[in-house]
């Protein structure tokens, strides 16, 4: 017999729809787009054949589809890790909690996460306009090191080299290293897709290292992390969601994976004056791609 999950821990809405996505166990698809931006949500389900539902609550706005007659739904996470805590634990309880018992299901449904972004590249050969795919994810958020079993998703190898390499300032959270499910990637390639490894941030300006006004605590982060290689690999671009959106699906069972736009080279000091046709571009090859 499953424990039962408790009111407070795992809140329903009075409609039956989970806490923060309004949505309920009916409303998704096993296949999930998840985006940053709100407004790139009705950008994917202009492309859709039919659309089944919209719902939105803060900056969770969500539409269910098909697509070439596959059922999709696209999911908008808002910025940063702490949201994918939200998103993707949510996501995992509309189909592997039972609602009315409150209990973990016997049978484990697995759900494929397709984050669509926009990023800033930390590689010269990586010009804006371009297409990463990340093959790992380095969080610097730290929010995997809240889960137990943190070690048995994470690439520890890795995570010693990079830390060595930087000379990790131990005032940071320890940084975590996760992958991203090969099936996906392999579903992802083509196209302008380059391959790479992303730092995921806990925020814009100081934790990727942008001076404004203020000074960051180690003004050769970037460089460093610009020349660190680690067996094939290269750290190739910053965003705030991957690393998240990796680590909790290794520990929950669902395979994911994170393709963004590069809209600006940090080496170059360039950005893109307009990403968004390219934004279109990139979503119709995920959609094509993930429905094939
Ligand atoms: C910052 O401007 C936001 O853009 C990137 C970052 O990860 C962060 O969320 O992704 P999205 O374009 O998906 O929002």
């Known amino acids: 017999m499953q424990k039962k999950i408790e009111a407070s821990e795992l809140i329903i809405n009075p409609d039956g729809s989970i806490f923060h996505l309004h949505l309920k166990p009916e409303d998704i698809a096993r296949d999930i787009i998840l985006v940053g931006d709100p407004g790139r949500v009705e950008l994917i389900s202009s492309l859709f054949d039919s659309i089944e539902l919209k719902k939105a609550n803060r900056e969770f706005v969500s539409c269910t589809g098909t697509y ?12 940063g ?32 996460f397709v984050r669509i972004g926009t990023s800033g590249a930390l590689q010269k050969d990586l010009p804006v306009d371009s297409w990463l795919l990340s093959e790992k994810a380095i969080g610097f958020d730290g929010l995997i090191n809240f889960y137990a ?23 940071l959270t320890a940084p975590y290293v996760v992958d991203a499910a090969p099936s996906l990637l392999h579903k992802l390639d083509g196209g302008k897709v380059v391959r790479g490894v992303t730092i995921s941030a806990p925020g814009f300006y100081g934790p990727q290292g942008r001076e404004l006004r203020l000074d960051i605590a180690d003004k050769d982060i970037n460089a460093k992390i610009t020349g660190f290689n680690y067996q094939d690999y290269r750290v190739t671009n910053y965003e705030m969601e991957c690393s998240a959106i990796y680590g909790l699906s290794a520990l929950l069972g669902h395979q994911a994976a994170t393709v963004c736009v590069i809209i600006a080279n940090r080496l170059a000091g360039t950005a893109s004056k307009d990403y968004k046709p390219v934004m279109k571009q990139l979503i119709e090859h995920v959609v094509k791609g993930l429905t094939q």
């Open 68 to 79: 070439n007659g596959k059922r999709l739904t696209v999911v908008a996470t808002g910025i």
């Open 81 to 112: 890790t702490d949201n994918i805590d939200i998103v993707v634990n949510e996501l995992d309880a509309l189909v592997n909690i039972d609602f009315e018992t409150r209990s973990v299901k016997p049978e484990h449904t697995q759900l494929n």
């Open 149 to 171: 079993r943190r070690n048995e998703v994470s690439d520890l190898a890795f995570e010693k080299a990079f830390t060595d390499a930087l000379n990790w300032n131990p005032l």
